[in-house]
């Protein structure tokens, strides 16, 4: 700290008045330097001095640094804000993409999907006629072969008949009967 030549001469003669004692005297003086009225003036001129310096120091180089970092953050930030717009207009638009493909992707599936039961519904009625025609054959040919079978058993079945017939006749009455009225009685009975 500054200290006057004057003030120096004052505190190192040590005057005693009444409001100091001796004890004061031994400790270095009156009242303690920051205090003492007398240097008042050149702490309020060193005061003004280092405020001026602080300021000017402030002013000159701290505060162009801060507000260099403020305007770089700001364009950061900015540009930051641009980037995420564009990002999500970006997105949306992909989104957008996304969605309108899915969209194509289910009516394709779902035409092919028809498309598949439309021919799946062709094709098995076609495997249905076939084989209803196959089976609609087959039933002719049994038929013929039933009736062939009927009309060949009928045929047998009327010999078959008469040769019974004469067989309880003669074991019956015990005599032999005659083939032509077996036969006749047959024929009347199978009508």
């Given amino acids: 700290m500054f200290v006057t030549p ?3 001469q004052e505190t190192t003669a040590p005057a005693l008045d ?9 400790h270095g003086g009156g009242a303690f330097p920051p205090f003492d009225p007398s240097t008042f003036p050149s702490q309020l001129l060193w005061l003004a001095i280092t405020f001026g310096l602080f300021y000017l120091f402030l002013k000159r180089v701290v505060l162009p ?8 953050r700001r364009d950061r930030i900015a540009q930051d804000l641009d980037q995420a717009a564009r ?8 989104v957008a993409a996304y969605e309108q493909e899915l969209a ?4 394709k599936s779902n035409a092919i999907a028809q ?4 021919k799946a519904k062709a094709d098995a009625d076609a495997e249905r006629k076939t084989v209803e025609a196959a ?9 013929a072969r039933i009736a062939a079978i009927k009309s060949s058993a009928m045929k047998e079945v009327g ?14 009455v015990g005599a032999k009967v005659d083939k032509a009225d077996v036969a006749a009685a047959v024929a009347a009975a199978r009508k």
Wanted: aromatic share 2%.
């Fill in 135 to 143: 089976l609609e054959k087959k039933l002719g040919e049994a038929e």
């Fill in 104 to 107: 194509e992707a289910r009516a």
């Fill in 87 to 94: 990002m999500k207009s970006e997105a949306d638009a992909a």
């Fill in 18 to 26: 009444e409001t100091h004692t001796v004890e004061d005297a031994a």
């Fill in 159 to 172: 010999s078959i008949a008469e040769q019974t017939a004469s067989t309880i006749v003669q074991e019956l």
């Fill in 6 to 8: 004057g003030y120096a």
């Fill in 65 to 72: 640094r801060v507000g260099g970092i403020l305007e770089v």
């Fill in 115 to 118: 498309q598949a039961r439309d």
